[in-house]
């Protein structure tokens, strides 16, 4: 089942000038020129929130979660919050039917006071604080990946019921890192050592495996073979310890473009890897076919938003190179920024004119690596005042967003069926002193915070 078959309203929104890998589904230029997204135009939601923002559309966000469950009907799908996390996030995917994984203590409270049912929360994390294992336990969370050897003992002292846990376990699979630095390897049977010690504890109940294969992957393979070295692993605890697990999460990483061209890996190739490695590899071990899941993150979240920024200052060089310094700043962990590629940038405000040349984008601190756009055509007129408009910048851009020059993080605005709603206002200056122990509210800089 393809996004348009879940979708089909979204045909009449087509416009040839908007690449559908790249913008949200619901992305339109209208008649004026405007770009508009979820039915909004984008110039209001500048207007009435400011710039820069980050804007997701609804639609979309939910609409992937159930393009990956048409895919995998029998598999969970588990929303990897670290991508993008609001209160409404939250909610739009515990809606669609999926659960939400969460690496932190806030990101834990976003999934609570968002009613996520706590058997639906997926508590993962490189490195667990004892404080973090805590909040998880007297919250209830359905499943705690253990990630280090530390946390079996760290979480076994903490609970007094049974606590549902997951291994995470490192295959060696060609198309993931090598160099993961937490979870357990096969080949030295540190991840065999492990799972003995699970089972030794009295209050931790050992469900299953967990694995993460890395970040932009577009081919399916690893996948199907991660299956058949962890249903391999699979049979040999149930030969040493007669225990069945019954739980496989193959983690996200699955890729998505941030501009034209870019590969992606697609839900149903997943599936299609993933379905075929099971089928075989337990009929070769005779194993009771495990529950799979899946958390997706960045394949959620990326292409359902985009940043908007307004033109600050424009400055053409000699040879012919233009300039365009932006309102906002780059994503620490922005794909196009992670890869070298350049990320799609689009005039939202305005007709595009027949003349292009092309720019780069500079975030408005102008530093090395602040780059949000190198060498995108953009109007050859184009002037302070314009509104440009950076796609796929759903995921890891709001979230990861840096603060840095005490600048503020910009709001989270939420657009459906031609509404537009702030999900997360923006930081203020007020907002930032607040938490300055030097401030107090009689000081000159406070009496201008406002």
């Known amino acids: 089942m393809t996004l348009f078959e879940l979708l089909p309203s979204l045909r009449h929104g087509l416009n040839p000038h908007l690449d559908r890998a790249i913008w949200p589904l619901s992305a339109y230029v209208d008649a004026s020129g405007r770009l508009c997204v979820g039915g909004v135009p984008t110039t209001e939601i500048a207007d009435t929130f400011g710039t820069p923002a980050h804007v997701v559309d609804e ?3 939910r609409a992937r979660i159930r393009c990956y469950r048409a895919a995998l009907p029998d598999a969970e799908v588990i929303y990897a919050g670290k991508a993008l996390l609001s209160v409404a996030v939250a909610g739009w995917a515990a809606a669609e039917g999926a659960g939400v994984n969460v690496c932190s203590a806030g990101e834990l409270a976003t999934a609570l006071a968002a009613d996520v049912p706590p058997a639906r929360i997926v508590l993962h994390g490189n490195a667990k ?14 499943r705690v990946v253990i990630d280090a050897p530390n946390e079996i003992a760290l979480l076994a002292g903490r609970v ?12 060696d699979v060609g198309g993931g890192p090598h160099d993961q630095r937490f979870g357990f390897t096969l ?46 692993l699979m049979a040999e605890v149930r030969e040493r310890h007669q225990v069945v697990l019954t739980e496989l999460n193959l983690g996200g990483g699955q890729a998505v473009p941030c501009s034209s061209g870019e590969p992606e890996l697609n839900p149903r190739a997943l599936a299609a890897a993933i379905e075929t490695a099971l089928e075989t590899v337990c009929a070769e071990h005779r194993y009771p076919r495990p529950r799979i899941a899946i958390e997706p993150g960045r394949a959620i979240a990326a292409r359902a938003g985009i940043t908007l920024h307004r033109v600050i200052a424009v400055k053409r060089q000699q040879g012919g190179r233009t300039l365009v310094a932006v309102d906002g700043d780059v994503g620490r962990h922005a794909p196009g920024a992670a890869r070298g590629a350049k990320q799609t940038v689009a005039l939202a405000n305005r007709h595009l004119p027949t003349a292009t040349a092309p720019v780069t984008v500079l975030g408005r601190h102008g530093q090395a690596g602040d780059e949000i756009a190198r060498d995108v055509e953009l109007p050859a007129d184009i002037h302070p005042g314009d509104l440009l408009a950076v796609a796929c910048t759903g995921a890891y851009h ?10 503020g993080h910009p709001p989270l605005i ?15 200056v007020a907002d930032l002193l607040a938490r300055d122990s030097g401030w107090s509210p009689g000081t000159r800089e406070a009496r201008h915070a406002g």
Request: aromatic content about 4%; glycine content about 14%.
């Open 59 to 61: 639609e979309d966000f």
């Open 129 to 142: 604080t004892a404080a973090q294992l805590d909040d998880a336990v007297t919250a209830g969370v359905g």
């Open 160 to 171: 007094r019921r049974r606590q549902r846990v997951l291994l995470r376990v490192i295959p």
């Open 187 to 232: 080949a030295d049977g540190q991840a065999s050592g492990a799972i003995k010690r699970i089972l030794g504890q009295q209050w931790l109940d050992l469900g299953g495996l967990h694995c993460q294969l890395g970040s932009q992957l577009t081919d399916a393979a690893p996948y199907g073979e991660a299956v058949r070295q962890m249903i391999a």
């Open 398 to 407: 709001y979230s990861t967003g840096s603060g840095r020059n005490l600048a």
């Open 414 to 428: 939420g657009v459906v069926g031609g509404r537009s709603q702030e999900l997360v206002r923006r930081e203020t």
